[in-house]
């Protein structure tokens, strides 16, 4: 079993930066691929982006490409989505997700590729 507890959200204003962080307890992330989702009230949870298990490659949805950057610790069995030029539409609960099925070289964008998730957490941004 993996646990995953996220933080770092909050309140900030348009412009603004945030970095979120996805904490794993449990058992180690270092081999699994990850993904961040968000969920703005009324709205399915929507892909974000993904991380390899190495963190050699990430691939980011378009809305936050080259505002948002995956990154990740294996040592510290952390995950980070920093956010930077936030827009009131990012504003939603963020939540990380760990696949620990086999995986191959595909990216993986749906909630049913995942296999552990955490709580979330949320992030408003004010106009």
């Known amino acids: 079993q993996v646990q995953l507890v996220e933080s770092g959200g909050g309140l900030v204003q348009a412009g603004g930066s945030l970095r979120l962080s996805c904490a794993a307890s449990?058992?180690?992330?270092?081999?699994?691929?990850m993904g961040w989702f968000r969920q703005a009230p009324g709205k399915e949870r929507e892909f974000v982006g993904a991380?390899?298990?190495?963190?050699?490659?990430?691939y980011s949805a378009d809305s936050v490409k080259g505002r948002f950057a995956i990154s990740r610790d294996n040592a510290k069995n952390t995950v980070y989505l920093p956010m930077n030029s936030l827009k009131p539409e990012d504003t939603a609960g963020y939540y990380c997700?760990?696949?620990?099925?086999?995986?191959?070289?595909?990216?993986?964008?749906?909630?049913?590729?995942?296999?552990?998730w955490g709580q979330g957490t949320q992030v408003t941004v004010s106009s």
């Open positions: 997700a760990a696949r620990s099925r086999p995986y191959g070289d595909a990216w993986y964008f749906q909630l049913y590729d995942y296999d552990y």
């Open positions: 449990g058992r180690t992330l270092r081999s699994y691929p």
């Open positions: 991380i390899n298990w190495s963190g050699g490659s990430t």
